[in-house]
Structure formats: C-alpha cells, structure tokens
C-alpha cells in the first residue's frame, strides 16, 4: 500500500428530511443564489417547490436544461449568469451530470478566461465559489468528490476535471429523492457506480486488503439491491443502501493507498462524445467484454477474487473457469436489469472506432493492462455483438 493524505471537506446530510437543512446551509454563503437543474423531474417530484419554498428569502437565479452529458455551453451560461448576478452560492439539484456541470460553473465564475480552459488544463482552477447539491440520483459519487466530466460536442472531447476548491460545501442525500427515478436510469445509475468499483478494484497495487473489502461491498450492495430496487421503486432500504454505495465507491476510500489509470470510462467518454449515449449504458457494454480482453495469466488471480468475494463462486484449482464464470454473470446482471448490451442497441456503428482508438490509447498505457489502438478497437468490436468473447 501506497502513503496517501486522506481529505474530504464536504459534508454530508444522509436521509429522509434532511433538506431541512438547506437554509442554514446557504446562510453560510449569502442569498443570492444560483439554481442549477436538469428537465422537468425535479418540478413534477415536487422538491423544485420545495426548495424555492425553503429559500423564499433568497435572491434566486436559475439555469436549467443540463443535459445528460453537460455540455460546455451549459457551463458558460452557469458562469455568465453567477458574475452578471453576483452569485454567493451555486445550488445543484439533480443527478451527477447537474452537479458535474455545476461544479466547473463554480470555478469559471472565479476564472476570467473560457470555461474550456478549466476542462482541459486542472492546473488552472485557483478559486470557485461555493456548491451545495441536492442528489437525486444514485449514480456518480460526484457529491463527495472534486471530479467534473464535460463534454465539447464541438471537437468530439469528453473530459474529466477537478480540483480541491470544486469539493462540494455540502451535500444532501435524501433516498426518497430517487424513488421516481426511472427503471433504466436506476439500472444505468447502478452501473456507473459498480463500473467506478471496478475501475480501481482491478488494479496491481498489493497489500490494499481494507480497500479491496470495502470495493467488494459495494459491489455486493449493488448486486443484492438493484434487482429488489427495479421491482420496488419505493424500496427505502434499497436505495439508501444504493445511494451510499454511490458515494462511497468515488469519495477516495476505496482508492486510497493505490493508483493506476482507469480504462473503460476514457473509451466510454469516446462514445459519448461521438455518438451522445447515456454514459452508463456505455460502462455497461464495455465493461464485461473489458473484462474478458484483460483476462490473463497476470490478472486471472485478482478475478478469481472477484468471483469469490462477489459472486461467492468457490475456489477451485482452474482459476480461469472461475474468472470466465464472474464475467459472465456480470454480463447477465446487466442483461437482467434490462440494459442494452450491444453498441448497435445504442445506434452505434463501426465508423469512427478507428479514429476513436486512436485518440484514446495514449491514456491507457497506464491501466490495469495496457492498452494500444488496436486493443482498443478490439473491445470495440466485441461490443457490437450479445455475449462475451475471450482473447
């Protein structure tokens, strides 16, 4: 295990009613306020009104019609808006798209140059204004952590940025707020959550016994909960226990103590930036055909682990049949949650995964097992058809 400074500023408010608390939270800061939201859920669930309600002494700007892969654009309307009105505090109601997008708004209010400038270079973000977040999908794990993905449909890039001043102030994380998420949203949010699981799970660092525990239960917690979730949208059990391990599976505990480059979530944010799918949906194809390319002699071991501790397939001396056995059940618990499977499900063809691959190997070089353009490409094409393929 690694040395590593552990430091999450944000606090969180867990639990049915704690939006009571948003008064008191936002009289930190001052009263004018910037609302930040997604479409029209939060007004037909009611916490729209509920918030402006809590809030009626405040001053109340709004930005809404954040799009499920945020767009830059969304972020220089949020900046212009909080330098025009002066904003104190920046209000994000909504899923990890709201709050990722929120979260660069912020900063760029404090920066002078384009927001792009943010997403691109990290090193740039020296001040952001305050940021306090209603979730309302378990999914992300952006509320406790500094990470922001914002996607420039313009020159085709999805990117990833964060800095210690983006830590949100607070947020809050009432699991009744998820009840009226759709199926295929809690399925796809699920999926984000396991797919930041594995992305450090898999990884070469020894002697992370804690961690590795830990990443199990979130594992198990999602494997045990989304199918009683999907029958029972209004489950208080299962979502909470769903909403935690979202923030527990990207607030750094797990990935303390190790470091490594991740893979499917780069190769994903290729297809969201070409082709605009829903960014889980895409973790889900990838991952399971991922797994399948990258088992080896040098990773059969960490695997036969997984199908142990997560899937409870006992030992056996052919470590490899246990491996294929995890990975295909992970294909199927996807497959049962009724996500799709293939990337011609998504409308995605073969056109630009040379152009794709090409642009994203050289950040994998890094990653649990290396991987060059025609790795990439490889992968790719397992996606287009039902099932898993072993290389």
């Known amino acids: 295990m690694q040395n590593f400074t552990y430091d999450i500023p944000t606090k969180v408010f ?6 009571e608390q948003l008064p008191g939270l936002i009289a930190k800061f001052g009263k004018r306020v910037l609302l930040t939201y997604g479409g029209g859920s939060i007004k037909r669930n009611g916490l729209y009104d509920k918030v402006k309600e809590l809030l009626s002494d405040c ?6 019609g954040i799009d499920p892969n945020p767009r830059i654009e969304s972020v220089r309307q949020g900046a212009a808006l909080c330098k ?50 209603i979730l309302t999908l378990s999914a992300t794990g952006t509320e406790m952590n500094t990470g922001a993905v914002i996607t420039n449909f ?28 759709p199926h295929n949203q809690t399925a796809a949010g699920t999926a984000d959550i396991m797919s930041h699981t594995f992305e450090i799970y898999f990884n070469h660092e020894p002697g992370v016994f804690v961690q590795d525990r830990m990443a199990e239960g979130i594992l198990e917690a999602c494997i045990h909960y989304l199918p009683i979730v999907l029958k029972e949208p209004d489950n208080y059990e299962a979502r909470a226990n769903l909403m935690w391990a979202s923030t527990l599976a990207l607030n750094g505990l797990t990935r303390m103590g190790r470091n490594g480059a991740w893979t499917c979530h780069p ?41 142990n501790r997560v899937w409870k397939i006992a030992y056996q001396d052919d470590l490899y049949a246990m491996a294929k056995e995890a990975i295909e059940k992970t294909y ?14 998504v ?12 642009r994203v190997a050289p950040r994998l070089t890094k990653s649990y097992v290396p991987l060059d353009k025609d790795a990439v490409i490889a992968i790719l094409e397992d996606c287009m058809t039902p099932g898993v393929t072993y290389h």
Not at 14 to 19: K, S, V
Not at 59 to 64: A, G, K, T, V
Request: glycine fraction near 6%.
């Open 332 to 345: 199927q618990f996807f497959v049962d949650a009724e996500m799709p499977m293939t990337l011609p499900e």
């Open 267 to 307: 190769i994903e944010h290729m297809l969201s930036a070409y082709y605009d799918i829903t960014h889980a949906v895409g973790l889900a194809i990838l991952t399971p055909r991922w797994m399948a390319y990258c088992l080896n002699d040098a990773t059969v071991e960490r695997f036969a682990m997984y199908a």
């Open 59 to 64: 001053e109340l700007y709004e930005l809404s």
């Open 14 to 19: 867990f639990g049915e009613g704690q939006i």
């Open 154 to 181: 313009e020159t085709k890039d999805k990117s990833g940025t964060g800095a210690y001043v983006m830590y949100p102030y607070a947020s809050i994380c009432d699991p009744t707020y998820t009840f009226t998420v």
């Open 84 to 133: 025009e009105h002066q904003i104190d505090v920046v209000l994000a109601v909504g899923g990890g798209s709201t709050i990722d997008c929120s979260k660069v708004i912020a900063a760029s209010a404090k920066y002078d140059g384009d927001a792009w400038d943010l997403v691109q270079d990290s090193s740039l973000i020296k001040d952001a204004l305050p940021l306090i977040d």
């Open 347 to 358: 409308a995605i063809d073969t056109e630009h995964f040379d152009e794709m691959a090409e």
